[in-house]
């Protein structure tokens, strides 16, 4: 097995590329070589490779988990979770975090450039799968020289990577930690991504994904994608306890009357307006079509003749499960469809259910008990 070397040790995040040769199979029976992929290492490898941890990124995110974003100069999206002292720690583990096929933020993706022609994939890029995805990672872990993986972590479609992991690898992982997941995607999600990938198609701009060359991309309708998107990410709860009714910016009239319009009266315009519009300023449109795809065709029990629980026979992994009460994306009745399915199969999995008002993307918010579970779950299994 060709292996990378680590000459050095770094608490705050090395940035690497590694192009791999390939092919990749993917599910759609295409090939995909060579492969990018970008991702970041923390910490340093032990002698018996052994303390590796892969961390898997969400729809959106990338491999900054905990450094610094290149582009928007925000700390990593999991620097509450990933970092000194932290539940995942470079002091103890290697951790490596990759970007995704199909994203764009240095792995392979439709923005990148086709070997063959010199030009952006764009659409002729292949239609991926979240297994896809995981293939890839494997791959650069063969290329790393990691044969199993201390811990496999990720939240929402980071959770999905995770959980497939144990189903196409079973002997390459000890411990799988899912958060704010599911093991298919519902009618509902499958919904909602479509109307975001309607609002790209639809902007002029798009021009069937060909709008690398002159600067002029589908930005109205990603950030319209976004908005919808992001309102699946929070809670009523939330956006009443942040906005409410409450209006920003309307000037007084002399006379007393109000004034009505279509500028984001409401404070909670004017949030998900900027949300829409800085998300076009880090994100592809056309990786976003190609992600929010693979995300719509997941489901493990369908590629496992219609059973979760045979997914995992194979698996000898422990499991930890966590859901969020405000989660309406992926609820936690989605979280407990699969412990029920791991647990029928005799895997060890722990579940709890944790309350925050802020919806799905509560794990990427302040929440001490999230540390503390997913820090007792990986020091049970002596990392
Ligand atoms: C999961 C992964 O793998 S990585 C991807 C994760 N990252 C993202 O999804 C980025 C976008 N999402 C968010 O910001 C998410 O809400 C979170 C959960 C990540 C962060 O949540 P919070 O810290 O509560 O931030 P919040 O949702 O309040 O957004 C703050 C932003 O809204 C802006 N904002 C707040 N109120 C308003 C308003 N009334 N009008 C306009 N803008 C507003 C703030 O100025 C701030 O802008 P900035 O991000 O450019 O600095
Ligand atoms: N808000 C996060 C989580 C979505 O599941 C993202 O954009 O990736």
Not at 98 to 114: K, T
Request: aromatic share 10%; charged share 20%.
């Amino acid at each position: 097995m060709a292996s990378a070397s680590f000459p050095d040790d770094t608490r705050f995040g090395l940035r690497r590329q590694a192009r791999l040769p390939g092919p990749l199979r993917l599910d759609s029976g295409a090939a995909l070589g060579p492969v990018d992929i970008a991702y970041e290492t923390y910490g340093r490898m032990n002698a018996d490779r052994s303390n590796v941890i892969l961390i898997c990124h969400a729809l959106t995110g990338d491999q900054y988990v905990a450094s610094d974003h290149p582009v928007t100069g925000k700390p990593g999206w999991w620097w509450r979770l990933v970092g000194e002292g932290k539940p995942v720690d470079p002091a103890r583990h290697f951790i490596v975090c990759a970007n995704v096929i199909g994203s764009c933020m240095g792995s392979s993706g439709p923005a990148s450039l086709d070997p063959a022609t010199g030009d952006p994939h764009a659409m002729r890029f292949p239609v991926i799968t979240i297994a896809d995805m995981v293939r890839a990672q494997a791959m650069l872990l063969d290329h790393l020289g990691v044969d199993r993986l201390h811990a496999v972590i990720g939240g929402s479609m980071g959770g999905m990577q995770a959980l497939i992991w144990p189903t196409l690898y079973p002997e390459r992982v000890k411990s799988c930690v899912v958060i704010a997941s599911t093991a298919r995607h519902s009618a509902q999600n499958i919904a909602f991504h479509e109307v975001g990938r309607q609002a790209i198609m639809a902007d002029p701009n798009w021009r069937g994904g060909d709008y690398y060359a002159d600067g002029a991309i589908p930005s109205a309708g990603l950030a319209v994608a976004r908005m919808a998107a992001h309102i699946t990410y929070l809670s009523e709860a939330g956006l009443t306890e942040k906005f409410g009714r409450r209006l920003q910016g309307r000037p007084e009239n002399p006379n007393g009357s109000k004034t009505f319009g279509f500028d984001a009266d409401f404070q909670v315009e004017s949030y998900l307006r900027h949300q829409g519009l800085s998300f076009v300023e880090r994100f592809d449109a056309n990786s976003y079509l190609y992600i929010t795809r693979a995300m719509d065709y997941y489901d493990i029990a369908e590629d496992h003749g219609g059973s979760l629980a045979k997914a995992f026979t194979a698996s000898r992994a422990r499991f930890c499960l966590v859901s969020f009460d405000t989660d309406w994306l992926y609820p936690t009745a989605e979280s407990r469809l699969i412990v029920h399915a791991l647990n029928a199969g005799g895997a060890q999995a722990s579940f709890v259910e944790l309350s925050s008002p802020f919806g799905h993307d509560a794990f990427l918010l302040e929440c001490p008990e999230l540390n503390r579970v997913v820090d007792g779950f990986l020091k049970g299994g002596r990392a």
